[in-house]
């Protein structure tokens, strides 16, 4: 839940009107780290999460939303 609450915090300061085209995408570029099982499931439910709901509820921000999956391998 504290993850969600985070991540809808990122799309409600990304939503203000005065930021700039780079201060979007940072506060929207989400790391994921470990590429394992759970890593990956995460990245994916994110994934489809920005794409459904959050795309229709920000629709001006879904080209600045990045996802990265960093392993240490």
Do not use: W
């Not at 506060?27 to 994110?46: D, M, R």
């Not at 795309?55 to 001006?60: E, K, T």
């Amino acid at each position: 839940m504290r993850i969600a609450s985070l991540i809808q915090d990122c799309f409600e300061k990304a939503s203000v009107p005065n930021l700039t085209t780079p201060q979007k995408r940072s506060l929207l570029h989400f790391v994921i780290i470990g590429a394992g099982p759970t890593g990956v499931e995460v990245s994916s439910e994110l994934s489809d999460l920005f794409s459904t709901s959050y795309a229709s509820l920000y629709p001006h921000l879904k080209d600045h939303v990045s996802i990265a999956i960093h392993d240490v391998a």
